[in-house]
């Protein structure tokens, strides 16, 4: 009988030490070796574990492993290299048992895979080309979950790090023949981005795989956008042909390709019905000082780009242009941008922006016409200004270099021109303003929502240096008013210097025939007769008769200018005798103008 229970106890023994192993787990270190030779020789890279690993049997089979390291071999800075905090796979117990392991299910918990950044193609490495394996050789792998991964692009060169961060993904596929079901999230910059994807798998090498993509940006994108197209990879370039879908409920079409062999090349020709895009930024207020923020565009460096974009219809935050194309080519870090048919606001546009990101110090050439475009809803959407109205012509000719718009604004150098005709200034009466400097200096533009000044022609010509522009042809005609001048806007300090020569029309009647029997106030514009200052923040200047000393004692300043008299308006305002064609002196002409100017 002894034999027997000694026999008992050491199978109870084993028992409980069998069940310890499945609840606990056994440890992996036997098989790592094996792991690691059979990946290496599949896939070229060079697999370490460093962490530790266990098997468990209970309530599944599951290979656990810590701190795995996927790279090159060689490990040099500019290759790709992939970290996994940990990688767990569920395994079947029957393919197991038939010896073509099938995998259930692979989840990587923290994956941070490191690309370089390079500014040259021919940095990149050799990538390694894996043995074509059949099915049967290899596992299959049933659903992938990704937890909290990131990819992590660096230049150690240029000390730059870009991230996308916090990606989780799903990633299913129900038969090795079915179809492949992926979604996710992921962040870009402060942007959020979710999508989800379905992919196809040809019948043989001939054929191409059928994707379908849904893909939601609100902070680039301000509906969701569904494609699909035709993927075809040909060593390391990914072909996109048949590409169609809908941005919202406008429809696209086009196609594109991505060569990955180190510096990645994007050739992309897309059309679109409407394109909705989410204004990146938005100018400054007025009065506020320019931004010395940091412009980030190293980024340029590191992708060559072909790009053709069209739209019957583009939508750039509250900004219109309908039609719009434009043709983008990036290579060397200068980005040069050519839209040669943009209708904008019942006028055209047309231009060159060159963007040169490639030295320390980024440069900027814009080249711009402008013709019968309505200014109102154009400066509305791109500036939030809202004064002017009218066509608008514009010629612009500018280039700029600095790292912030400050110092964009500071180092502007070109030529502007820029005309006005039939519109108004809205919230400001500008003859109501030059009656009112016979009385009182203005502090700032007097603003007034129901007030708006009816304008024939607005139009100046601008030479820019250093981020002053100056004009010395400064011409504004409206019914009532007509104002010419010279001066100085200084960009960088956001402040006007001018001295303008306005004259007014006395009456509106003055515009018009004369009733019969009535003689109609004399219709030329009489001249202000003293200079008018306008000095001071371009927001709120001070505007004030050319007067010596009057900023420092209006009240002398103002009684010189009464005792100065109708003069304000003419040529002194007394009878010299002469007589008009009417027969009238001129001194009671301007006299009388005067005291309706005045309101006496």
């Given at each position: ?550 900023l420092d004692d209006p009240d002398a300043a103002y009684r010189r200018l009464r005792e100065i008299g109708s003069g304000l308006f003419g040529n002194g305002g007394t009878d010299s005798g002469d007589a008009d064609r009417s027969g009238r002196g001129s ?14």
């Open positions: 009988m002894k034999p027997i229970r000694i026999a008992g106890a050491i199978a109870a023994l084993l028992l409980v030490a069998a069940a310890l192993l499945i609840a606990i787990g056994i440890p992996a270190g036997a098989l790592t070796a094996a792991i690691q030779s059979r990946i290496e020789r599949d896939t070229g890279y060079r697999v370490t574990i460093a962490g530790s690993g266990t098997v468990r049997l209970f309530p599944a089979a599951a290979l656990t492993l810590h701190d795995v390291t996927a790279e090159m071999p060689g490990g040099r800075p500019t290759d790709p290299r992939l970290k996994i905090a940990t990688v767990r796979a569920e395994l079947s117990p029957t393919s197991l048992m038939s010896g073509t392991p099938r995998v259930t299910e692979l989840t990587l918990i923290k994956p941070e895979l490191s690309l370089p950044l390079l500014r040259r193609r021919d940095e990149a490495a050799t990538t390694p080309t894996p043995a074509r394996k059949g099915g049967a050789e290899l596992a299959e792998i049933e659903r992938i979950v990704i937890q909290d991964g990131a990819v992590v692009m660096t230049s150690a060169a240029d000390r730059v790090e870009r991230r996308i961060a916090g990606i989780q993904a799903d990633i299913e596929r129900d038969d090795a023949k079915g179809p492949i079901t992926a979604s996710g999230s992921a962040t870009l910059g402060r942007s959020p981005v979710s999508f989800e994807l379905t992919a196809t798998p040809p019948a043989d090498d001939g054929q191409p795989m059928l994707v379908d993509l849904t893909l939601d940006a609100p902070g680039l994108l301000t509906s969701r956008l569904s494609a699909k197209a035709e993927a075809r990879l040909r060593g390391t370039a990914l072909a996109i042909n048949g590409v169609s879908g809908k941005l919202g409920d406008a429809p696209f079409n086009g196609w594109a390709s991505v060569d990955v062999a180190g510096k990645p090349l994007v050739k992309l020709d897309l059309d679109f019905q409407r394109l909705d895009l989410v204004a990146i930024t938005r100018s400054a207020p007025p009065g506020a000082p320019w931004s010395e923020t940091p412009l980030d565009l190293v980024g340029l460096n590191y992708v060559d780009a072909d790009v053709r974009l069209s739209a019957t219809e583009l939508n750039i935050g509250p900004a219109r242009i309908a039609p719009a194309s434009a043709d983008a080519k990036l290579a060397a870090g200068v980005l040069s941008v050519q839209a040669a048919r943009l209708g904008a606001y019942g006028g055209q546009a047309s231009g060159t922006l060159v963007i040169d990101a490639s030295g320390a110090t980024p440069a900027f050439d814009l080249r711009c016409d402008i013709a019968g475009v309505h200014a109102l809803p154009l400066l509305d959407g791109l500036a939030d200004f809202d004064r002017i109205d009218g066509k608008m012509q514009a010629k612009l000719a500018l280039r700029s270099s600095g790292g912030s718009a400050r110092a964009i604004a500071a180092g502007l150098d070109g030529s502007a021109a820029v005309g006005l005709r039939d519109g108004a200034i809205r919230g400001l009466d500008v003859v109501r303003m030059i009656r009112n400097l016979t009385t009182h200096i203005q502090d700032g533009w007097q603003i007034a929502p129901t007030d708006a000044t009816d304008l024939s022609e607005f139009a100046a010509s601008f030479q820019i240096a250093q981020g002053k522009a100056e004009t010395s042809d400064l011409k504004l005609a409206g019914p009532l008013v007509r104002m010419s001048g010279a001066g100085t806007i200084d960009l960088p300090a956001k402040t006007l210097a001018f001295k303008v020569e306005p004259k007014l029309v006395a009456t509106t009647q003055g515009q018009s025939a004369p009733e019969r029997g009535i003689a109609a106030p004399s219709a030329e514009p009489i001249g202000f007769g003293i200079p008018v200052r306008i000095e001071g923040p371009w927001i709120a200047p001070r505007i004030y008769p050319d007067i010596a000393g009057v001194g009671a002409a301007v006299n009388e103008i005067i005291k309706q100017l005045l309101g006496r």
